[in-house]
């Protein structure tokens, strides 16, 4: 009896959009922290840069490896790169430099990069705030809350496994 009463509960929660924790399929692995880091997997590496418009003066990003996939001989990296919105100040502390996170979707063969995207999605900064964050099925997903030019915007970004070569998505909505 207290079977099946479980069983249509768990399906409740799969059904209702629950994060589910996903973890890369091969023992991948990143070093070093932004602009420039290490990707390795099997008996593979190679040299990551960051795209320009979020790199920072080190230590200030931190650089995780959220998902690493290879199909039909392309290695798909998505990093979540962490780090201040404006740098250290004078003083060399990132004291009033505000934060902000930012997703990186990245597309190798052999090693060189092919394609290249990323998203801002929380910063002190640019008033972006992150609602929800995480693995949804095979789709990782961040739910955003924007101020511009006094307009409250929604915006939902996505990268989905089973259209990897289609990157990073994003809809923005105006809140009304």
Excluded at 50 to 77: F, Q
Excluded at 128 to 157: C, H, I, M, N, P
């Amino acid at each position: 009896m207290k079977l099946l009463t479980l069983v249509p509960a768990l399906a409740a929660l799969l059904f209702a959009g629950c994060a589910v924790p996903s973890r890369p399929p091969a023992p991948a692995q990143i070093t070093g922290n932004g602009p420039d880091i290490t990707f390795s997997v099997a008996n593979r590496s190679w040299k990551v840069s960051l795209p320009a418009a979020i790199r920072r003066t080190p230590p200030d990003d931190a650089v995780e490896l959220v998902d690493y996939r290879n199909d039909n001989g392309s290695d798909y990296l998505l990093l979540s790169v962490e780090g201040s919105s404006h740098g250290r100040n004078p003083a060399g502390n990132p004291c009033s430099g505000g934060d902000e996170s930012t997703l990186v979707w990245m597309r190798f063969r052999d090693g060189k990069p092919m394609a290249t995207q990323q998203r801002l999605i929380r910063s002190c900064a640019n008033s972006v705030e992150t609602l929800r964050l995480g693995w949804f099925g095979q789709e990782y997903r961040a739910d955003l809350f924007e101020l511009k030019d006094g307009r409250t915007y929604r915006s939902q970004v996505r990268y989905d496994l089973t259209h990897m070569d289609d990157g990073i998505q994003s809809a923005t909505w105006l809140e009304k």
